[in-house]
T-cell receptor, first 114, second 116 residues
Framework: NAGVTQTPKFQVLKTGQSMTLQCAQD?????MSWYRQDPGMGLRLIHY???????DQGEVPNGYNVSRSTTEDFPLRLLSAAPSQTSVYFC?????????????FGPGTRLTVL | AQKVTQAQTEISVVEKEDVTLDCVYE???????LFWYKQPPSGELVFLIR??????QNEISGRYSWNFQKSTSSFNFTITASQVVDSAVYFC?????????????FGKGTKLSVKP
């Protein structure tokens, strides 16, 4: 099992560029989420999905888009990058059925927007 | 509204000292889970423990122990005889049942520095 994988690990963008952060899991988890981590802010939820074809917004969704066409993949799209989106992005997955299920995190993507 | 507060932003101790990281949570739900995660300097998030709201037993795992008290809405984490390898940012998190509440609500983290 590879667990949760994220690509790329590092990315530098210019303001206005678009890109997709990839996230994949091989554990057949229903729940997948994207968080961003900023200094002194902890992790904040961007978008989440409870299964293929179902997504919803989290705490800080503006400027981001997601889709979930398969159970395994949950890409995060930055439509027009802004310096405020400079952050470390974590993807996570878990089984559904209750909050006691451990969320498994990917290694993170460090994004810098100039 | 749900919230997790880690009032200690940074803590610095000398190796072998005991240290307690505080976590206070807010929720109106009666059923929930609490978690602690460790984020070492390498950046990954490492799961440490989960505790459900019906289980107030303290937990000990080696040098780590956790004290869960529903009466004060606290889930504190103690490291006994700290070591340099314990240096990390530690996050406390809350998770509720169902839908959007199935996701983790994180505190802002406590950065622990253990000096030799």
């Amino acid at each position: 099992n590879a667990g949760v994988t994220q690509t790329p690990k590092f990315q530098v963008l210019k303001t206005g560029q678009s890109m997709t952060l990839q996230c994949a899991q091989d554990m057949n988890h229903e729940y997948m989420s994207w968080y961003r981590q900023d200094p002194g802010m902890g992790l904040r939820l961007i978008h989440y999905s409870v299964g293929a074809g179902i997504t919803d917004q989290g705490e800080v969704p503006n400027g981001y888009n997601v889709s979930r066409s398969t159970t395994e993949d949950f890409p995060l799209r930055l439509l027009s990058a802004a310096p405020s989106q400079t952050s470390v992005y974590f993807c996570a997955s878990s089984y559904a059925g209750g909050p006691g299920n451990e969320q498994f995190f990917g290694p993170g993507t460090r994004l810098t927007v100039l | 509204a749900q919230k997790v507060t880690q009032a200690q932003t940074e803590i610095s101790v000398v190796e072998k000292e005991d240290v307690t990281l505080d976590c206070v949570y807010e929720t109106r739900d009666t059923t929930y889970y609490l978690f602690w995660y460790k984020q070492p300097p390498s950046g990954e998030l490492v799961f440490l423990i989960r505790r459900n709201s019906f289980d107030e037993q303290n937990e000990i795992s080696g040098r780590y122990s956790w004290n869960f008290q529903k009466s004060t809405s606290s889930f504190n984490f103690t490291i006994t005889a700290s070591q340099v390898v314990d240096s990390a940012v530690y996050f406390c998190a809350l998770r509720l049942y169902g839908g959007s509440q199935g996701n983790l609500i994180f505190g802002k983290g406590t950065k622990l520095s253990v000096k030799p």
